[in-house]
């Protein structure tokens, strides 16, 4: 009996040692000290990631008794034990290959054909969007190549530091590149989540959720234990409308690109998709199960623009 309540607690420190994260800061650097930006960083046994900024800075949150794992182009692997440490130094040495983050034998998610059509293929990724002046907006979520990894329907990361990314918001699809030129589409049916990180390594997620648009995904503003918060893009083409008698001119002599964001509240851990608008009664609404936590943050937050940023910090509150 008293063999059986000591592996029982056994059991019980070890399943909880598995389940809980800390919060890491770090940097990642060579050898001289210089910061390497952009270099992609695991948790080595579980499904937690980030890139550093451009000034070779990280954050994450990782198992303490686990590893990090760090990767570059042009740089050899680091592998460093994060025994309980909240800050952790990262030093890469030169050489090694382009380094694939892939814990299975699935195959490679990234590895469908190059999107045809000459004027797609064949032109940097930054041409379709603000820098035309003839064009307003743009059909992609970032005006650049970005960072970034997936995690599949296997709940595996797949990550290469050969590709770049970005996000196609009327087609509702991931794209990626070897060259900064030709694109490539990832298989949708293979891909769960993706997480890209803009120029100044802060990450946006994108969460397939067939409930609510089974074509597109659809951008994470808030996650946790209790509630998920999304946004629907809605991103259409608007082609231009101008028209003159030559006295007098209405509408626009541009064709655009424009969001029209819609947004929804899911109550976990099995809540059906509520729709929101940005207004405080529709929000108050959605988190009627936690009415007075809700109310708290409103009344704290009464003078801020109810918007992306307010829902995100809604949701961090709500999610603590």
């Known amino acids: 009996m008293k063999k059986t309540i000591v ?6 420190i070890s399943t909880i040692t598995f389940g809980q994260t800390i919060a890491i800061s770090g940097t990642v ?16 046994e579980h499904n937690y990631a980030t890139f550093s900024d451009p000034d070779g800075a990280f954050t994450l949150n990782a198992n303490p008794a686990s590893r990090l794992m760090a990767t570059s182009n042009n740089y050899q692997e680091s592998v460093v034990k994060i025994d309980n440490q909240s800050s952790i130094k990262i030093v890469m040495k030169p050489g090694g290959t382009a380094s694939t983050a ?3 034998n699935s195959g490679d998610v990234f590895k469908t054909a190059e999107i045809g059509g000459t004027d797609r293929s064949a032109r940097p990724l930054a041409k379709f969007g603000t820098q035309e002046e003839e064009l307003h907006g743009s059909p992609y979520f970032f005006n ?7 995690i599949s329907n296997s709940d595996v990361i797949h990550q290469n530091d ?4 970005n996000y196609a918001k009327i087609d509702g699809e991931l794209l990626f590149t070897t060259d900064g030129t030709t694109m490539r589409m990832v298989d949708k049916n293979q891909i769960k989540q993706f997480t890209l990180f803009d120029n100044k390594g802060v990450p946006v997620t994108f969460e397939n959720v067939p409930a609510i648009d089974p074509n597109h995904y659809l951008e994470v503003l808030a996650s946790g234990s209790n509630y998920k918060i999304y946004k629907n893009l809605g ?10 008698n030559g006295i007098t001119s209405s509408g626009n002599n541009y064709d655009s690109y424009v969001d029209e964001g819609v947004y929804y509240v899911v109550k976990l851990p099995a809540g059906q998709p509520q729709k929101i608008t940005l207004k405080r ?3 108050k609404n959605a988190f009627a199960a936690d009415a007075d936590k809700a109310s708290k943050y409103m009344s704290a937050h009464d003078s801020d623009d109810v918007d992306d940023n307010f829902l995100k910090g809604l949701g961090e509150f709500m999610n603590d």
């Open 7 to 12: 592996l029982s607690f056994l059991f019980l």
């Open 29 to 44: 650097t060579d050898e001289q000290g210089k910061p390497i930006p952009f270099a992609f960083i695991k948790d080595a």
């Open 102 to 104: 892939k814990v299975d």
């Open 144 to 150: 650049d190549w970005v960072h970034g990894y997936a």
């Open 162 to 165: 050969s590709y770049l990314f």
């Open 235 to 244: 991103t259409k083409f608007v082609k231009n409308d101008f028209q003159t």
């Open 281 to 283: 009664k529709s929000i």
